[in-house]
């Protein structure tokens, strides 16, 4: 947002939380955007993240509290944004779709970002990054009397590690290695600011730019200005992945790649032992989890792993029958659907919402 306009225009979290409001169209609570925005790692969210095409916004606001997201719906409530339809669900005004309208067409949400995928990568890529620019300056002026930006002693022993494991005229070559990538990878797209990840690096005998001096220097709302550089780092390790050859430095901050990354780390388990053969029970015998647990982490692979098949827990039948029943009815509710699902179980209810909402995003 124009730092001149803020008055008269929406701040960006409000712009974000229409948005959100739009997407649900009155299924959900307020609650479940918090729940969104916070990144809570449970099969309802992460499931309603993919059915109602949000993925790009989960865990984007680790910091949010309830008290924000409830004066933020109040003010939208008083300006006549938005209207309750029943227990805290609400439906967008014509005048409430009218001003989001606007506001992402002056100000889209970042076009890489993706929090579902890469919120944690992202996050490790930043510390990481950070600090090797920071040794990679000092490095260039043969100078080691400095002070680690970075205070993750996991990221400090990865940097230790990475440095020990190259050569004299590798470190010689590294800060300039390091700077060609960076700058081929941030100019190579048009939709990517620089500007937003460059201030915030830290140099030789210099201090990088908090989020809140970022924003003021690029003009921009501290929200949008908080998700446009979680959509740099998120750009950053989508590309250094897929163009490893192109950027071998930069494709070592993040060593995760591939399919799975972004599972639970319980339901990789799950995946592992799936691809071995064993049944949900045989699981949840091997694992010491409910049957129900172990069908969480299902609908989460399957809407996270592209090419699943959901054929062996729900057959072809069945996935005709309820995605039908999911288009006459026009609602993603599972009390609804279960209710004229017959014996149909709510984990293949699920199973098959889950594929419906992967092919949507």
């Known amino acids: 947002m124009q730092k001149n306009d803020r008055k008269s225009r929406l701040q960006y979290f409000e712009v974000i939380t229409l948005y959100c409001l739009a997407r649900l169209q009155g299924e959900r609570t307020m609650y479940s955007i918090f729940h969104l925005l916070k990144g809570k790692k449970s099969a309802q969210t992460i499931q309603d993240a993919h059915l109602f095409s949000l993925t790009e916004l989960f865990h984007t606001y680790s910091t949010l509290d309830r008290r924000q997201l409830e004066i933020t719906i109040g003010k939208l409530l008083n300006e006549n ?102 700058i081929s990878l941030l100019e190579e797209e048009r939709n990517v600011i620089p500007e937003v990840l460059v201030l915030r690096l830290s140099g030789y005998r210099s201090a990088g730019m908090t989020p809140h001096q970022a924003a003021i220097e690029l003009d921009m709302d501290v929200f949008h200005y908080h998700l446009e550089f979680m959509g740099t780092l998120h750009y950053l390790c989508k590309i250094s992945s897929k163009q490893r050859d192109k950027y071998p430095l930069l494709s070592l901050l993040d060593e995760e790649t591939g399919e799975g990354r972004s599972l639970t780390h319980s339901a990789k388990q799950t995946f592992k032992f799936l691809k071995e053969g064993l049944n949900v029970a045989s699981i949840a015998a091997v694992r010491d989890l409910k049957v129900n647990t172990v069908e969480d982490h299902i609908v989460e692979i399957a809407l996270n792993i592209k090419n699943f098949s959901i054929d062996p827990f729900v057959s072809i039948e069945e996935q005709k029958k309820i995605i039908d029943l999911a288009s006459r009815t026009a609602t993603k509710q599972l009390r609804i659907l279960k209710e004229q699902a017959g014996e149909t179980s709510y984990f293949k209810i699920r199973l098959v919402l889950a594929k419906l909402g992967d092919q949507s995003c």
């Open 81 to 182: 944004l938005i209207k309750e339809n029943f227990g805290q669900r609400y439906f967008l005004t014509d005048k409430g779709t009218g001003c989001l309208r606007l506001a992402l067409e002056s100000t889209p949400l970042p076009l890489h970002l993706n929090g579902l995928k890469y919120h944690q990568s992202g996050q490790k890529v930043w510390e990481r990054l950070s600090l090797l620019v920071q040794v990679c300056s000092y490095f260039s002026r043969e100078d080691s009397s400095y002070v680690p930006i970075q205070k993750n002693r996991d990221t400090q022993k990865w940097l230790k590690s990475f440095i020990r494991n190259m050569d004299q005229q590798e470190r010689a070559n590294l800060p300039g290695r390091l700077l060609n990538e960076l």
